[in-house]
């Protein structure tokens, strides 16, 4: 277990089941975790009532809230309670629900593939108003969640223009409101007559009712969710402020006179819905990522019933049903290839930028694109169970979970709050106690309450983490959690694994030494005759010559008379020829003397390559080198985590030889070889020992313990089942320039969230004393509520838009030259 960070016991649950909301198991004991959309989160504070309320249910396990995505996740016991009753406990909040995370969307992380089946007549009986609930399983449709209850989902957009028309009708009934003010006087220099004879607090009562009661009913409908879960948020601060300025100059006004400040609580209303709508049209941008990922997957497919091709919604394909996929259309759903040949650009999931051949039984990506030839494909997963969904469900996991700096805010949120409301009662006494009107006592108290709301404070983090995460998953590289994006800020060695990683995992031909004598074969005749016999094989030593062959686009040749001599090499009549390609057992047995070429191998053999003989009717004419093929990548990635002030390390399994060789190539700086599976989470250890934190990049399998053990695991090489990885970040693109590429987002979402928070917390302590009223005596400095709302709201502004400016982040990129690329194999004769 890592010392540094016991949560990784936790990460390591197999995330399939848990993603999709489905019970995965019905003993006690075991957790699932369901995404669900929570509409209505309007500010960041509002997230402690969902959570205060859902963590006190039965078998809730834990509760995360997000206001910029609104969605909760939930960690729960599947054999105490369900998604549904999950869903119904979210709409007890006040908030809205439909029991999914991406509602009415096919590529749903939470939809129940089962569920999802509904017939046209089910979806028509909603669509008319006929919407009974019906219990189908974990998750419900989202047709069956909007009749539940009476609520309807609310979108980001849709939100944002009800806060919009919040505001506007606010402003315009603010206006007259303070011109027949005495402050409105004051500033305009001239008197107004108010309709109808009305007294001008009369008048201002009237035009203020839809105002409170409609503009501003969104806090006190918030604050009494708020203390119905008995915690305290924003709205209650915004509630008391507006209620305490409306209700003192009702009492005024029907007491018979007297000075009232509607103006002041009509425009604290109107500024406050106006600084938020503007948030959140800022950070409404932070959740670009999941929206752009969801719009990959094509809303039609066409699927073939008696060998007629027919049009349907991608949401009623099943698996089973058989694809047809024409050239430049999209792939509906993840299957396998059963009849005709393509390439299938797959750069849009895997980040893999050149087509990929497809061929009967290959599999292909849902959401990727066929640039070639026609494909007839079997679905073999739908919905949430293709890898679009997965992946999305992982950036959600990823943007949902909180970090431990994010945790501390929220508690410290909790007791801003609270001293707002004792700090603005404070106040008011004790400008009562120094003679102030009553009038006065009561602005400067309720302009405390506003100016301390801890809206920023909450926004700071989450903010930061959607934007790093979304950033990080549109370059192929997903964070598993809040806290792997954090740790990675803070990495100081980097510790790669060689085969798979730094290397392609696949051998290649860096070596052509042909021998040096009068009649010495061009290297072009030695590869047309090698490959010849090597075609005939299925070793990857021999698929190695072969794909050398095709490369340098030599003559292609034909084999007969092929002979596999296990352990040794093969051998074959080629062009008249007797060619033998193999060992030095090999060589040995067919009475072949080496001469000089035994130096030239055993020099091959030192620095790490496999070393592979060719001989001719009898004769040693060459000897290939063959090594792992390093990725175009990795020299880059090296150089950019050196920018970076990491030290890197390369620990491998393989021998000391043939690690120096690509470590030498590289700029690796520590080499550590001959090293067993189980033996690598020990050397991660030691070098957290000497109080290093420590990143292990590596394939996800034979790396396992030291993925666990380090303080951030990074996954390499991840396909399509990426919600299974072991690690606490995975590399899509299997691109050894995305480890530095994570550590870039990783310090620069750090970095947004300290400047945000600090911003917060300057903020409120500068703020705090002015709106208290303790520079008016000596300096006349004072704020006025709907000014400090304006200040308030400027703030949390402020911190959504620093937190969107992460996406200006200069990212590593790929060198457009060739000088990192592994060199290229000698093309003339060397002996």
């Known amino acids: 277990m890592n010392q540094h960070h016991p949560q990784h016991e936790q990460k390591r649950e197999?995330?399939?089941?848990?993603?999709?909301?489905?019970?995965?198991?019905?003993?006690?004991?075991?957790?699932?975790?369901?995404?669900?959309?929570?509409?209505?989160?309007?500010?960041?504070?509002?997230?402690?009532?969902?959570?205060?309320?859902?963590?006190?249910?039965?078998?809730?396990?834990?509760?995360?809230?997000?206001?910029?995505?609104?969605?909760?996740?939930?960690?729960?016991?599947?054999?105490?309670?369900?998604?549904?009753?999950?869903?119904?406990?979210?709409?007890?909040?006040?908030?809205?629900?439909?029991?999914?995370?991406?509602?009415?969307?096919?590529?749903?992380?939470?939809?129940?593939?089962?569920?999802?089946?509904?017939?046209?007549?089910?979806?028509?009986?909603?669509?008319?108003?006929?919407?009974?609930?019906?219990?189908?399983?974990?998750?419900?449709?989202?047709?069956?969640?909007?009749?539940?209850?009476?609520?309807?989902?609310?979108?980001?957009?849709?939100?944002?223009?009800?806060?919009?028309?919040?505001?506007?009708?606010?402003?315009?009934?603010?206006?007259?409101?303070?011109?027949?003010?005495?402050?409105?006087?004051?500033?305009?220099?001239?008197?107004?007559?108010?309709?109808?004879g009305l007294r001008d607090d009369v008048f201002a009562l009237l035009l203020s009712l839809p105002v409170v009661f409609y503009s501003g009913?969104?806090?006190?409908?918030?604050?009494?969710?708020?203390?119905?879960?008995?915690?305290?948020?924003?709205?209650?601060?915004?509630?008391?402020?507006?209620?305490?300025?409306?209700?003192?100059?009702?009492?005024?006004?029907?007491?018979?006179?007297?000075?009232?400040?509607?103006?002041?609580?009509?425009?604290?209303?109107?500024?406050?819905?106006?600084?938020?709508?503007?948030?959140?049209?800022?950070?409404?941008g932070a959740n670009d990522a999941i929206r752009t990922l969801l719009d990959l997957a094509p809303p039609k497919a066409l699927v073939l019933r008696d060998g007629e091709p027919f049009e349907v919604p991608t949401s009623d394909v099943t698996v089973g049903d058989l694809l047809l996929v024409r050239p430049g259309a999209k792939i509906a759903v993840d299957g396998i290839v059963e009849d005709g040949e393509s390439e299938v650009d797959e750069s849009m999931v895997t980040g893999e930028s050149l087509p990929v051949p497809k061929a009967p039984g290959d599999a292909v990506i849902g959401a990727t694109v066929n640039t070639t030839g026609t494909l007839r494909v079997r679905a073999s997963k739908v919905g949430s169970e293709t890898a679009l969904a997965q992946i999305v469900a992982l950036v959600q996991q990823a943007q949902n979970s909180k970090a431990p700096g994010q945790k501390l805010a929220d508690k410290a949120a909790f007791w801003l709050v609270f001293v707002a409301l004792i700090g603005g009662a404070a106040t008011f006494a004790v400008w009562l106690l120094a003679g102030a009107s009553v009038p006065t006592a009561l602005l400067f108290a309720i302009t405390v309450v506003v100016i301390t709301c801890p809206d920023a404070l909450g926004l700071a983090t989450p903010t930061a983490i959607m934007v790093g995460s979304g950033l990080g998953a549109k370059r192929g590289i997903l964070f598993k959690n809040a806290t792997a994006l954090e740790d990675a800020a803070r990495i100081e060695v980097v510790v790669m694994d060689k085969t798979g990683t730094l290397t392609k995992g696949e051998p290649e031909v860096t070596d052509v030494v042909t021998a040096k004598t009068p009649d010495a074969l061009a290297i072009q005749r030695v590869l047309a005759l090698a490959a010849a016999v090597e075609r005939e094989s299925e070793h990857p030593l021999a698929q190695a010559v072969a794909r050398a062959a095709d490369e340098e686009g030599v003559e292609v040749l034909r084999a007969v008379g092929f002979r596999n001599v296990p352990g040794h090499g093969a051998i074959a009549e080629v062009d008249g020829h007797r060619v033998a390609i193999g060992n030095r057992r090999l060589m040995d047995a067919e009475g072949v003397d080496l001469g000089a070429l035994t130096q030239r191998r055993e020099q091959l053999a030192a620095g790490g390559r496999t070393a592979v003989l060719v001989a001719v009717d009898g004769r040693a004419v060459a000897v290939l080198g063959i090594a792992d093929a390093v990725r175009p990548t990795s020299a880059a990635a090296v150089a950019a985590l050196h920018e970076a002030g990491a030290r890197v390390v390369m620990l491998t399994g393989d021998n000391e030889a043939t690690a120096r060789r690509i470590a030498d190539r590289l700029g690796i700086d520590t080499v550590i070889a001959e090293v067993l599976p189980e033996d690598k989470a020990h050397h991660i250890r030691r070098l957290q020992g000497e109080g290093r934190r420590v990143a292990h990049v590596g394939d996800g399998i034979n790396d396992a313990p030291a993925l666990a053990t380090a303080d951030v695991g990074i996954a390499i090489g991840a396909g399509t089942d990426v919600a299974i990885e072991t690690a606490d970040v995975v590399l899509?693109?299997?691109?050894?320039?995305?480890?530095?590429?994570?550590?870039?987002?990783?310090?620069?979402?750090?970095?947004?969230?300290?400047?945000?928070?600090?911003?917060?917390?300057?903020?409120?302590?500068?703020?705090?004393?002015?709106?208290?009223?303790?520079?008016?005596?000596?300096?006349?400095?004072?704020?006025?509520?709907?000014?400090?709302?304006?200040?308030?709201?400027?703030?949390?502004?402020?911190?959504?838009?620093?937190?969107?400016?992460?996406?200006?982040?200069?990212?590593?990129?790929?060198?457009p030259t060739t000088e990192t690329q592994p060199a290229p194999r000698p093309l003339q004769p060397t002996a």
């Not at 500068?766 to 300096?779: M, Q, T, W, Y």
């Not at 304006?790 to 949390?796: E, P």
Request: aromatic letters at 8%; charged letters at 15%; one cysteine or more.
């Open 14 to 196: 197999h995330l399939v089941g848990q993603q999709t909301g489905q019970q995965t198991g019905g003993q006690k004991g075991q957790s699932a975790t369901a995404v669900l959309e929570v509409g209505g989160l309007h500010w960041a504070t509002s997230t402690n009532v969902a959570e205060a309320v859902l963590s006190r249910r039965p078998g809730v396990l834990a509760v995360a809230a997000n206001p910029v995505a609104q969605t909760a996740t939930v960690t729960y016991d599947p054999a105490t309670t369900t998604v549904a009753k999950l869903a119904d406990w979210v709409r007890d909040c006040g908030y809205h629900c439909n029991g999914a995370s991406v509602p009415n969307h096919l590529c749903d992380p939470m939809a129940d593939p089962i569920a999802a089946r509904h017939d046209t007549a089910h979806d028509m009986a909603h669509d008319e108003g006929h919407g009974a609930v019906h219990d189908v399983g974990p998750a419900m449709s989202p047709h069956d969640a909007m009749g539940h209850g009476g609520h309807g989902s609310m979108s980001m957009a849709e939100m944002v223009a009800d806060m919009r028309n919040r505001f506007v009708v606010a402003a315009l009934l603010s206006l007259p409101i303070m011109l027949f003010s005495p402050m409105g006087r004051d500033m305009f220099g001239f008197t107004v007559a108010t309709p109808f």
């Open 217 to 284: 009913w969104i806090f006190f409908d918030g604050a009494w969710r708020a203390l119905r879960a008995k915690t305290l948020d924003m709205m209650v601060l915004v509630a008391v402020a507006i209620a305490a300025g409306w209700l003192y100059s009702v009492g005024i006004t029907l007491t018979g006179g007297g000075e009232v400040f509607y103006e002041a609580a009509t425009m604290l209303t109107a500024f406050v819905l106006l600084g938020h709508w503007f948030e959140m049209r800022a950070r409404g």
């Open 732 to 815: 899509m693109r299997s691109d050894p320039l995305d480890v530095p590429t994570a550590l870039t987002i990783g310090r620069g979402t750090r970095a947004k969230e300290v400047q945000s928070l600090w911003w917060a917390i300057l903020y409120n302590a500068a703020a705090l004393p002015i709106a208290a009223g303790v520079f008016e005596p000596a300096f006349g400095l004072t704020l006025r509520p709907e000014i400090a709302a304006l200040a308030m709201s400027g703030s949390s502004f402020i911190v959504a838009m620093n937190a969107l400016h992460l996406k200006r982040l200069r990212l590593p990129e790929s060198p």
